[in-house]
Structure formats: structure tokens, C-alpha cells
């Protein structure tokens, strides 16, 4: 094979119905990242993670409604960083600083209040702990709306168990509003700005707000009616045993995760955590498979998991791996101490952990928007 039929060969190919990544390994791509970003402060390393999956996103964006919720995402995101930061100036730190930079007025407060502060000395100690802690709920924010941005949630729900069918609607209902909202916003303020009326203000944002309001109301009303046409709620009768048997097996299997879960992290329950979690997934799993016999439900096309869709959801768990791994063998890069304060330094090999994160910029097909 030639070296130019080759590189056609392993390309990503334009994005279509039949060969569309599967919207779960975006979710488990962008949680991934969520977990790698849980496990640092470090802020260039958190810097990194939102550069990661900000370049995914601009690479592999289409332009549906709920795709132009990423910048949503990320503005939200900063606003918790100022709140975090706000918090910490009213209501001081627990974290010991010399470095004092200004005081506030402190306001007295009764006997049973000991322990709470409202104003008094803001050292920069304390400042550069809530920016690192504000920092990793941002990138948390933004992990999760890149996933928003990628994956499809109509067709999430349609690779969900059929005894989860019910919740996931309400959950897809529930993610697809805020970017339709997000894109009501946009429209509204572009037709405000060619019509030469103001787009910023109090009285701006209410005049915009009941057509927003408005829309979302029209809209809920529309999916009820479709769901009603499509005899959502509908239910198949199954013998008694077998609703007895899938009660037992989901409740004894999240028994399970839970009691495993509790192994793994305690120090001595290491010996019996994995199997009880292997047995609790794989109750669980068997609880929810004959669950789904109540489910009166086809799917259409389903959508497959390829190779594409491994290596999508693989570069995630890798990038969790192995900052998990970092974070036991090297702490102190991973989280930089405060108290003293010390400059933080870009460790080498959990940046190089992070960049595996760019994968699916370069293997899932490419939109057409962007081919």
C-alpha cells in the first residue's frame, strides 16, 4: 500500500449517519478529563486540561443547537472562580497566610457563631487557595460542557438500557434545555441589535427574557405531545417473578457497587472491594437487563461502537489513569503548596498524560461544517 493511500486509509472521514462517533465516548471522553482534573490545583496543569478539550470541541463542533453551549459553559465556569474568590474575601480561610494584603471591616458576630468570620484580614495565601480550588470546579464545568457540546443527546437516549428509558428522557429534556435557551438568547439579542435597539441593560434582559420564557414553554408543550404520540409511559405486563427478580438484583447490585466502593477506599478492605464491585456491576447490570422487558420500545438504527469510538472513550480513561497514578507518586507537583507560597511548575509527565486527551481531535469523523 502506498504511503498517500495509506494515510487515506487511517484519515478521518467526513461525518455522516452511518459512521457518526457513538455519543456515549464523548461522555466518557469528557468525565475522563473531569477526573484528571479533580485530582490537581495545579492551575497549568487545570490550564491544560481546558486547552485539551477546548481544542477538541473547536475540531469536532457541529453547528446544533446544543453545540453552542460550550461558551455558556465556559463563562459559567469563570463565574465560579469570582464567587469562589468573593466567598473567600467575606467570609475569610481556614488556611493560615503572613502575608497580609488588606483588611476588611469585620463584622461581630454572637457566641454560637464561633468559627465563622465575616471581613478581617485577606492575606494572599488565602487568595491563592480559593483561585486553585475556584480553578478545578471551572474545569469540572467545562469538562462537562464539552461533552454537552459533542455528543448528540437524543441519540444518548437511544443507547440507554430500556429500564432506564423513562429517567433518560428526563434527563436529555433536561440538558437539551439550557442549550436551547442559550441559542433563544443569541437570536433574540442579534434581531434586537439589527433593529438598533440596546442589547445590554436590566431593561434589555427582561425584554428578553419573556420571548425566551416563551419559547421554552412552546417547546415543552411540543415534546409532551410527541411523547404522548409516540406512546411514551407505555408499559409491556410481565409475570410477577421476574418484577420481583429485577427488584432484587438492582437493589442488590447498587448494594453492592456501594459496599465495594467503600473497599477500595478504606485502607483495609482492599481484599474484598474489587470483588464485591465486580459482583454489585454485575447484578446490577442482569437487574437492569430485565428491567428493560417492561420497556415496549425499538430503536431505529441504532447507533454501533467502533473502533473510533474506543480510542474516543480510551484517550479519556487514560488521561484519568494516569493522573490518578501521578497523584500517588508525585503530590506535591500536582497540588502546589500554598503555605509558603511557591510558584507552580508544569510537571512533565502528567502534562504529556493530558495531551492523550487530544485524540479524538485527530480520530472521530469530522463534521461537515468543518470538512
Not at 104 to 128: D, F, H, M, N
Not at 131 to 159: E, F, H, Q
Not at 181 to 209: E, H, K, N, S, Y
Request: net charge positive; hydrophobic share 55%.
Amino acid at each position: 500500500m502506498s504511503p498517500a493511500r495509506s494515510r487515506r486509509t487511517f484519515a478521518a472521514p467526513v461525518a455522516n449517519r452511518s459512521n457518526a462517533l457513538h455519543a456515549g465516548a464523548w461522555w466518557l471522553w469528557a468525565l475522563g478529563l473531569a477526573v484528571a482534573a479533580s485530582r490537581t490545583t495545579n492551575p497549568l496543569l487545570l490550564g491544560l486540561l481546558v486547552g485539551v478539550a477546548g481544542y477538541v470541541v473547536a475540531a469536532r463542533r457541529t453547528d446544533a443547537p446544543w453545540a453552542r453551549s460550550y461558551g455558556a459553559f465556559v463563562k459559567l465556569g469563570l463565574f465560579v472562580v469570582f464567587l469562589r474568590v468573593v466567598f473567600s474575601l467575606l467570609l475569610g480561610s481556614p488556611i493560615p497566610g503572613t502575608h497580609v494584603l488588606f483588611t476588611l471591616p469585620e463584622v461581630p458576630l454572637p457566641e454560637w457563631a464561633q468559627g465563622v468570620r465575616i471581613g478581617g484580614r485577606v492575606t494572599a495565601e488565602q487568595l491563592v487557595f480559593a483561585l486553585y480550588d475556584g480553578a478545578k470546579l471551572a474545569t469540572l464545568l467545562i469538562c462537562v460542557g464539552a461533552a454537552n457540546a459533542l455528543a448528540n443527546p437524543a441519540r444518548l437516549l437511544k443507547s440507554l438500557p430500556g429500564a432506564l428509558y423513562e429517567a433518560g428522557v428526563a434527563v436529555v429534556v433536561a440538558m437539551t434545555f439550557a442549550p436551547n435557551m442559550v441559542a433563544d438568547v443569541v437570536r433574540l439579542r442579534t434581531a434586537r441589535r439589527l433593529r438598533g435597539r440596546p442589547t445590554g441593560g436590566v431593561r434589555a434582559v427582561l425584554q428578553i427574557g419573556l420571548p425566551v420564557l416563551e419559547g421554552a414553554l412552546e417547546r415543552s408543550i411540543a415534546v409532551a405531545a410527541s411523547m404522548d404520540a409516540r406512546g411514551y409511559g407505555r408499559t409491556a405486563q410481565v409475570p410477577a417473578s421476574v418484577r420481583r427478580t429485577t427488584n432484587v438484583l438492582t437493589l442488590g447490585g447498587l448494594l453492592g457497587v456501594c459496599a465495594g466502593s467503600y473497599g477500595l477506599l478504606a485502607a483495609e478492605g482492599a481484599g474484598y472491594g474489587l470483588p464485591l464491585l465486580a459482583a454489585g456491576l454485575l447484578a446490577a447490570m442482569a437487574g437492569l437487563r430485565l428491567g428493560g422487558l417492561r420497556t415496549v420500545r425499538t430503536r431505529y438504527r441504532p447507533d454501533h461502537w467502533g473502533v473510533r469510538a474506543w480510542l474516543v472513550a480510551g484517550s479519556g480513561v487514560t488521561v484519568a489513569v494516569l493522573m490518578i497514578w501521578a497523584n500517588a507518586y508525585a503530590p506535591e507537583a500536582l497540588h502546589p503548596g500554598v503555605v509558603p507560597l511557591e510558584a507552580p511548575e508544569l510537571p512533565l509527565w502528567p502534562a504529556v498524560s493530558i495531551l492523550v486527551g487530544l485524540v479524538p481531535a485527530f480520530v472521530a469523523p469530522v463534521p461537515k461544517e468543518n470538512a
